[in-house]
């Protein structure tokens, strides 16, 4: 179960709020868009206490399958969690270090073998493998934090990284991953990428949206407080949340990025008001953008999901008209505030 918390930040920063673990059948429906990117890599899950996540267990049960050459994930220190979900790492009293002083540790496999001889490489396996020391399983020496020098020593170690980071730390993440070099596919609210620091990757195609996006659930922790709506119990007593606008966010081309956006409206001036400082037409639907039209237009962010970059060029965003060089107004018609709209144009009308 993949976090959205990370580091000493978790209660500081991030909040008792920021603690979101990602369903297992979330990752494999979007994981299997990029299976050709991972043989002979190495993966990096550097917010995921292997305790808890999902996102360690599908890559340690797909290891074979995907041709890995190495999976690392590491723990950061406080995890609510640690030592509770899995009975996976009772390794030389480390079990016991994590789970009394929750000390933050890594996790490296370069194999997982059919050891219990059942057919499937699974868990058991790499349990199996751990007490063997064909796999390592560490303590950590600072807190776990993704920006602490040890962990962005594993960083350059990777070919990619695959997680769900701290959605509160996202504007500092997100181009923390782009300017490390690596591959990445990591989870996120689509409002993030109106942030200052990551639009300007989004305007440059170095960074864009998965194949999956919209309403996800996730589990939480049992202090989450009851909702009226986006929540549940199950059976088992474990609390839902379901959050809107969630996204991919990746570096790794994909076939559904180069798909043509069918457009079926004609431009006429009535149906497509301007904004009142600044030459450019609202579009409050994606479905709604004119095939006809050449000059720049202020569509929903939920475009993203949409955008092909031979089809549509991004050229900023209608937030506060202040942000940054490409913020280029309010959206504004006859005085009355729009949400925000990212700035397009057709390449080819």
Request: hydrophobic share 35%.
């Amino acid at each position: 179960m993949a976090r959205a918390g990370n580091s000493n930040l978790h209660q500081s920063r991030a909040g008792k709020t920021d603690e979101f673990y990602t369903q297992l059948s979330t990752i494999e429906d979007e994981l299997r868009h990029y299976r050709h990117y991972f043989k002979d890599k190495v993966v990096l899950c550097n917010a995921d206490d292997p305790y808890e996540s999902n996102f360690f267990k599908y890559f340690a049960m797909s290891f074979n399958a995907l041709g890995l050459k190495k999976l690392i994930a590491t723990c950061y220190t406080g995890s609510p969690v640690a030592g509770r979900q899995l009975s996976l790492f009772d390794v030389e009293n480390i079990r016991e270090q994590i789970t009394e002083a929750k000390q933050p540790y890594k996790i490296e496999i370069t194999e997982v073998s059919d050891e219990n001889k059942d057919g499937a490489f699974d868990l058991t396996d790499v349990e199996y493998l751990l007490k063997n020391k064909k796999n390592a399983l560490s303590l950590l020496n600072g807190d776990g934090d993704f920006r602490s020098s040890e962990c962005m020593e594993l960083m350059r170690e990777c070919d990619i990284v695959v997680t769900n980071p701290p959605f509160s730390l996202n504007k500092e993440y997100l181009p923390m991953l782009i300017n490390s070099g690596k591959h990445f596919l990591v989870l996120g609210n689509i409002n993030h990428a109106k942030f200052v620091d990551n639009f300007v990757y989004f305007k440059e195609n170095k960074i864009w949206l998965g194949h999956n996006s919209g309403h996800f659930w996730f589990m939480v922790p049992d202090y989450y407080e009851e909702k009226q709506t986006d929540f549940r119990i199950d059976a088992t007593g474990q609390k839902w949340r379901r959050m809107g606008n969630i996204c991919w966010f990746t570096n790794m081309d994909i076939d559904k990025r180069h798909q043509t956006l069918d457009l079926f409206r004609r431009y006429t001036p009535e149906s497509y008001p301007k904004y009142d400082d600044y030459d450019a037409i609202n579009i409050d639907k994606t479905s709604e953008i004119p095939e006809d039209y050449d000059g720049v237009m202020g569509v929903p962010i939920t475009f993203l999901a949409k955008h092909n970059p031979e089809q549509f060029e991004i050229l900023g965003v209608f937030n506060h008209g202040c942000d940054s060089e490409f913020d280029f107004a309010v959206p504004k018609i006859n005085g009355k505030d729009k949400y925000t709209r990212i700035a397009i144009r057709h390449i080819n009308p």
